[in-house]
């Protein structure tokens, strides 16, 4: 899922739910470019709204987040406020060491899933043999793109998730650009655990963490 949010006098902001093309009927960059279509149109009724907006985007929508970022800049589109991305899924390659260290650890998203669904994302085998795709494409995996210029991020991730290296390796990698990153890691927390505030305290701090980040965004 990747969300707009936009500005408002309390964290209670109005958002804008982007609805792209899904896989497999849609491999990427399908989703990217359905993005980018509702952020021209965005553009196209307020030449300046990219200052009111920030983007979010958890798991497949997280990477999403970044990619169209990533697009973004490569356009020479002003960019958005910030952007908040939870536990982003940006290796499509999982050469990170979380997905062995926290194989068995990760209660959200199994391993011996993530072959499969990157065959998904990338259009089945068939056509990623045909056309030698490679998960670690940048046009696939916003890890291996470029971080310059990008606006400010909040990155959350679990440290008992599979996803853990994708998120810690944005961060680092932003930071090497010199972009204004925080990454804020819930101890032994799963996958997109922001999410679970009803079953989780940590998770509630962490929402309410973000929430206060957003509206210090809103007011710089």
């Known amino acids: 899922m ?9 964290v209670n902001l ?3 739910h982007v609805e792209y093309r899904l896989v497999p009927e ?35 929508g997280g990477g999403l987040l970044l990619l169209t970022l990533q697009a973004i800049i490569s356009k020479h589109l002003p960019i958005p406020l910030a952007a908040v991305p939870i536990s982003p ?3 499509l390659s999982y050469s990170g060491d979380s997905y062995t260290r926290n194989r068995d650890l990760d209660v959200m ?13 990338l259009g089945g085998s068939a056509l990623i043999k045909s056309k030698n795709i490679q998960p670690n494409d ?17 990155i959350v991730v679990g440290t008992a ?7 810690r390796s944005v961060y680092e990698k932003a930071k090497a650009e010199k972009v204004e990153v925080t990454l804020e890691a819930g101890e032994h927390m799963m996958h997109v655990y922001p999410m679970f505030g009803l079953y989780y305290p940590e998770a509630t701090q962490a929402m309410n963490r973000i929430n206060t980040w957003l509206n210090e965004q809103f007011k710089s």
């Open 2 to 10: 990747v969300t707009f949010a936009a500005e408002s006098g309390t």
């Open 14 to 16: 109005p958002l804008l």
């Open 26 to 60: 849609h491999p990427l960059p399908a989703a990217v470019e359905d993005v980018m279509a509702v952020y021209n149109a965005l553009l196209t009724q307020d030449s300046s709204v990219n200052k009111r907006i920030i983007g979010m985007g958890d798991s497949a």
């Open 89 to 91: 899924w940006t290796d």
């Open 109 to 121: 998203v199994k391993y011996d899933s993530f072959q499969w669904g990157v065959e998904l994302v």
């Open 138 to 154: 940048p046009i696939y995996s916003p890890l291996f793109g470029s971080f310059k210029k990008f606006p400010p991020m909040y």
């Open 161 to 167: 998730e599979l996803l853990e290296s994708d998120a």
